[in-house]
């Protein structure tokens, strides 16, 4: 059957589909002129990296996104290491906020809303610079309804800072991390000096709804003491309907963030 007699609804699923587990989305959109067409908004939609080779090809270009990430995904496999991949990821979210800013018409010190949606950005020009000054992106953070990360962290790494530089830039409904491993496999994705940058990023969001952890190590002194019994295990967070964590060494028995439906809270530990 010919594709001009398929509906733009199902081509539309199909190509979804076919950028979801190709391993170069990219190639999809070679095809025809109408994948491309088609396809572009759904790739830019639903941003995903495989390889920090990906993630950092795209952070460093700066051709204009065709509408606003709604989620973003990096998922690398367990023995593929970058000190560096946080660095990456801010350079990708300085594209998207490029891109929305121009797109939307704000100044470089305006905000963008949390509630930003899947404008159009085709008149956004090539040349327009997606590494914009820290400055220039201070309270600046891009909305998406899912940041998802499924990566290790290690405690050597001298660029952890970056994990605030990054998660910071965005404003997610919904952040899920855990580790590349096989779930019968214990291991720790997230250092506790990667966890003290992630809870201060975790504070700058105001949309999060729900919050997934797990494979996680919570800092600690020379005697492995954690936080004090009557400090928040996270900064309070009005949004916050429920709390995951999973796989977790040295949890503090901490109080629960501050939440605006008491019903829709949970905080696990396994």
């Known amino acids: 059957m010919s594709l001009s007699f398929i509906p733009i609804e199902l081509l539309q699923e199909i190509l979804a589909f076919a950028l979801h587990i190709h391993p170069r989305p990219t190639a999809v959109l070679c095809v025809n002129r109408t994948f491309f067409e088609l396809g572009q908004p759904l790739l830019h939609a639903h941003l995903r990296f495989r390889s920090i080779t990906h993630l950092t090809l ?16 990096i998922k690398l496999a367990g023995g593929e290491a970058d000190f560096e991949v946080f660095k990456h990821l801010t350079g990708a979210l300085r594209r998207c906020l490029q891109s929305i800013r121009v797109a939307s ?16 950005l085709h008149d956004v020009c090539a040349e327009n610079d ?26 050597r ?23 590349p ?41 020379e005697l492995g ?16 309907r429920t709390l995951h964590i999973g796989q977790a060494t040295l949890l503090p028995q ?7 439906r008491a019903r829709g809270r949970t905080r696990s530990s396994e």
């Open 254 to 260: 901490a109080r629960s963030p501050r939440c605006s």
């Open 58 to 73: 795209f952070a460093k270009s700066t051709a204009a996104l065709v509408c606003a990430p709604r989620s973003l995904e």
């Open 181 to 221: 491993d096989p779930e019968h496999h214990f291991s720790t994705a997230i250092v506790p000096s990667a966890t003290y940058h992630l809870i201060r990023a975790v504070s700058t969001w105001t949309a999060v709804e729900h919050i997934t952890l797990t494979n996680m190590s919570f800092p600690s002194d």
């Open 225 to 240: 003491r954690t936080f004090a019994r009557d400090v928040p295990l996270l900064p309070p967070l009005p949004t916050l």
């Open 130 to 155: 997606p590494h914009a000054t820290e400055d220039a992106s201070r309270g600046e953070q891009v909305p998406l309804d899912v940041l998802s990360l499924q990566l290790h962290s290690h405690s």
């Open 105 to 120: 018409g704000s100044s470089a010190g305006h905000a963008v809303s949390g509630n930003a949606t899947n404008a159009p």
């Open 157 to 179: 790494n001298p660029h952890l800072s970056y994990i605030y530089e990054a998660l910071s830039l965005a404003n997610p409904k919904k952040f899920i991390w855990k580790g």
